[in-house]
């Protein structure tokens, strides 16, 4: 960690303080170098031993410092001629430098750190090796007095700034972001062009964000598409009453009533698990999928969306305590709210465009002054009223974007929202894909650090993920609709898909799996964002826009950015 704080202050606050981590290819191959050190073999001589010039060497040493309170696991420790010498393994090539190859900062005060500890504990030890794997070449530091000294300022610094519940400033165009595995999580980019963006307009500072590049080309920088375009793992849904979920090493197993293997599921290819009824999880499945931070989603038969099994997630405390403080002022409230409000009445007014046979322009022009009106708006009932009329004018040309040929049969027919329960299969479908994506906007507040009960436009109540239906607003359209009305106009829900019940119509088991595969597409289709103008899947701009709006609850930008589409 004290290298991560030398490295990047903010990678240093999201892995220690925030107790985040992800793999990349760098940090696997990093893992597995070590696995060739990290090997008891030698015990490490006690000080008096060495000091009467016992030689040898011990692997995988761990050892602390009271005084400094650091603990130190060390790759190996040679000892010989009275002194113990700390070598540190990095997979990397040192830097170059005139008179030959040097350590880089971080390198540096990481084994410093464990000299000091060395001498905490009563070796002597003035100087380490970095052993450099991509370059085979070991490099000595001297540790001196003043290198000590400078071990302590940033085990000072470091902790002060844990301490302190504020996270750090991204690092601006740097170098060390594309290959570091938590570039997804931090945005480097995306939040600085954020943070310098005006709140009158959405013309971005360019002089604010590299004063050299942009002067001379008079534009703003390029923001780098650092994170990935598709999340290379997939949720794993189960429909099927009387089913089980079993694991068998570092597989899940999915059985059938009769205790045969309908399906099998390697662990480290699936996201998240969701179960629809009466489908049992073993306990050491649910341990695996815990361990492994994915989440276990839970629905009822008719695909209500009813609650989550998930690890512990985040252990800051300091975000949703300033969720909680913000959720308290109206005005921070109503920011929140007229932006998603207005990105809401675009995004269903740019579907109506996009796919209505021949859609009014009375009712576009409409649409198109009840954003700007939400914008404008001074009160939460305000945009409530406005958010109402829009989805009216939007909800009554539904219909004109079915394309089937239905031949007059009545179940495809749609003329108004309806719910709890739908009364007409277009609803069941609404409802169902509705229920998806807020579920899968839950589990992104919780990843994220927030509180998904607890939102800004959506006032707290009981039993409703209140902030994941904040950030749900825009995306209805977006996904949940765009996924019914595809699953309808490709065949992959039919008129026979459907079964009713006195006034309630619900989903067959295969019409659910329709609209799954419908919904699950959608969520893999790459979209190009509108603010940061690079093309990631519909997965990765519901994690981008719940990590933008936990920036703006803990101040780092100015101005929450929403989603809308062109």
Same mark, same amino acid.
């Given at each position: ?22 793999? @990349? ?39 602390? =410092? ?43 005060? /990481? ?34 007095? !003043? ?6 300022? /940033? ?40 943070? &310098? ?12 964000? !590299? ?21 290379? &793992? ?36 699936? =996201? ?15 341990? *695996? ?5 994915? %989440? ?26 300033? /969720? ?13 709210? =007229? ?19 021949? %859609? %009014? ?5 409409? $649409? ?32 004109? $974007?079915?394309?089937?040929? @239905? ?7 749609? !003329?108004?929202? @309806?719910?709890?329960? %739908?009364?007409?299969?277009? @609803? ?18 919780? =990843? ?17 993920? *209140?902030?994941?239906?904040?950030? $749900? ?18 065949? $992959? ?32 289709? &790459? ?14 701009? &519901? ?24």
């Amino acid at each position: 960690m004290l290298n991560e704080f030398v490295y990047c202050p903010r990678l240093f606050y999201y892995e220690w303080v925030e107790s985040v981590f992800a793999h @990349n290819t760098d940090t696997v191959e990093g893992s597995l170098r070590h696995g060739t050190v990290d090997v008891d073999t030698d015990t490490l001589p006690p000080p008096e031993e060495v000091a009467e010039g016992v030689a040898g060497s011990a692997r995988s040493v761990q050892l602390a =410092s009271d005084d400094l309170r650091l603990i130190a696991k060390l790759d190996l420790v040679d000892v010989a001629a009275g002194r113990a010498i700390p070598v540190d393994y990095k997979k990397g090539r040192p830097m170059d430098a005139d008179d030959g190859p040097e350590a880089w900062p971080a390198d540096r005060i /990481q084994i410093a750190a464990q000299a000091v500890i060395l001498r905490a504990n009563g070796y002597a030890c003035d100087e380490g090796v970095l052993y450099y794997a991509a370059t085979k070449q070991r490099v000595r530091v001297r540790i001196t007095d !003043e290198v000590a000294a400078d071990v302590r300022r /940033q085990v000072d610094a470091a902790r002060a700034l844990a301490g302190a519940g504020v996270i750090p400033p991204p690092l601006l165009d740097s170098p060390k972001c594309p290959r570091c595995s938590l570039v997804g999580i931090c945005l480097p980019d995306e939040t600085a062009v954020a943070r &310098l963006r005006p709140a009158e307009d959405d013309t971005v500072q360019p002089w604010l964000i !590299e004063p050299a590049r942009a002067a001379a080309a008079d534009l703003p920088p390029e923001v780098r598409r650092l994170v990935p375009s598709r999340d290379d &793992l997939r949720p794993l849904y189960v429909v099927g009453q009387g089913f089980s979920i079993g694991k068998a090493g570092e597989t899940l197993q999915i059985r059938d009533r009769d205790r045969k293997v309908a399906q099998d599921a390697r662990l480290i290819d699936v =996201s998240q698990v969701n179960v629809f009824g009466n489908v049992t999880v073993s306990a050491p499945a649910v341990h *695996a999928l815990c361990e492994s931070e994915k %989440p276990i989603a839970y629905f009822s038969g008719g695909g209500w969306f009813y609650g989550l099994t998930q690890g512990l997630g985040i252990r800051n405390a300091y975000l949703r305590a300033e /969720q909680f403080r913000r959720a308290d002022q109206p005005v921070f409230c109503r920011a929140v709210a =007229s932006r998603i409000t207005a990105a809401k009445i675009r995004n269903q007014r740019t579907l109506l465009q996009r796919n209505h046979v021949e %859609p %009014p322009r009375p009712v576009l022009e409409r $649409m198109r002054a009840l954003a700007v009106a939400a914008e404008r708006a001074q009160g939460l009932d305000e945009l409530l009223g406005l958010e109402g009329t829009a989805a009216r004018l939007y909800f009554q040309h539904f219909g004109g $974007m079915i394309k089937v040929g @239905n031949g007059g049969v009545e179940p495809l027919r749609f !003329e108004h929202r @309806n719910r709890r329960p %739908p009364r007409d299969p277009v @609803n069941a479908l609404l409802s169902l894909a509705y229920s998806l994506l807020t579920k899968d906007l839950t589990i992104v507040c919780t =990843s994220v650090g927030l509180d998904p009960y607890w939102g800004f436009f959506h006032q707290p109540r009981f039993g409703r993920a *209140a902030l994941a239906l904040d950030l $749900m607003e825009m995306f209805r359209p977006l996904v949940a609709d765009s996924a019914v009305l595809t699953a309808l106009n490709t065949g $992959m829900v039919q008129a026979n898909d459907f079964v009713r019940a006195g006034p309630a119509v619900s989903l067959t088991p295969g019409g659910r799996k329709g609209l799954l595969r419908a919904y699950e597409q959608r969520m893999d289709a &790459l979209v190009t964002h509108p603010v940061f103008d690079y093309r990631v899947s519909y997965r990765r701009v &519901l994690e981008i826009q719940a990590r933008l709006l936990a920036r703006f609850i803990c101040g780092e930008i100015d101005r929450y950015p929403t989603f809308e589409t062109r």
